[in-house]
């Protein structure tokens, strides 16, 4: 008679389980639920533990969080100056092809940019000046041969000073 009763109940148990759960509004079981309150319980770093992280993110989509993250927040957070401490610039600039770099660049533009009229008026403006005070120092050592001759000719013994009087006071106040 055991032998008869174990399937019967075991049949009766299965359709009180199968009313119950059709009676209960799970909808409304899990509206009920404190979703934060769960949230908080989970301890996140065993659960990060105890999964491969890499084949998760190959499995989530994280566009849709990363959408929701402010990043300005976590700039905020950085600091540059560490950060380009820790770059290593000749590295950047051994990958940088500087032939396809000038390449790139638009001649045109660049040269209408520049102001090459004042570029050689400054460059003529400093020859000519160059010239000019090559001139006076040339002038300036002809007068004082010409001043020894004429001294030598009238068998003078003052010579003629070596610049007008105003520099010279000038000079004597410096």
Same mark, same amino acid.
């Given at each position: 008679?055991?032998?008869q009763?174990?399937p019967?109940a /075991?049949q009766a148990?299965e359709? %009180?389980?199968?009313?119950v759960v ?5 909808? !409304?079981?899990?509206?009920k639920?404190d979703v934060?309150?769960?949230?908080n #319980?989970?301890?996140?770093d !065993? ?7 890499n084949?998760?993110?190959? @499995?989530?989509?994280l566009?849709?969080?990363?959408? @929701? ?11 540059l100056? #560490?950060l380009?401490?820790?770059i290593?610039v000749?590295?950047v600039?051994?990958r940088?092809?500087l ?5 790139r660049?638009?001649?045109n %533009?660049l ?12 460059s003529?403006r400093?020859v000519?000046?160059e010239i000019l005070d !090559? ?7 002809l007068? /004082?041969?010409?001043?020894?001759w ?11 000073p070596s610049?007008p009087? %105003? ?8």
């Amino acid at each position: 008679m055991v032998d008869q009763a174990e399937p019967l109940a /075991q049949q009766a148990a299965e359709r %009180a389980v199968d009313l119950v759960v059709n009676a209960v509004d799970i909808n !409304a079981i899990v509206a009920k639920v404190d979703v934060n309150q769960v949230v908080n #319980e989970v301890d996140v770093d !065993a659960v990060l533990n105890k999964i491969d992280i890499n084949a998760e993110l190959q @499995r989530v989509d994280l566009n849709p969080l990363l959408d @929701r993250i402010d990043l300005n927040v976590l700039l905020d957070q950085v600091d540059l100056n #560490e950060l380009v401490a820790r770059i290593d610039v000749n590295a950047v600039l051994d990958r940088v092809d500087l032939n396809d770099l000038v390449k790139r660049l638009d001649m045109n %533009a660049l040269v209408e940019q520049t102001d090459l009229g004042a570029i050689i008026a400054q460059s003529t403006r400093g020859v000519g000046t160059e010239i000019l005070d !090559a001139g006076r120092s040339q002038v300036v050592g002809l007068d /004082q041969v010409i001043d020894r001759w004429v001294a030598r000719i009238f068998r003078s013994r003052e010579h003629a000073p070596s610049a007008p009087p %105003a520099l010279l006071a000038m000079q004597a106040e410096q």
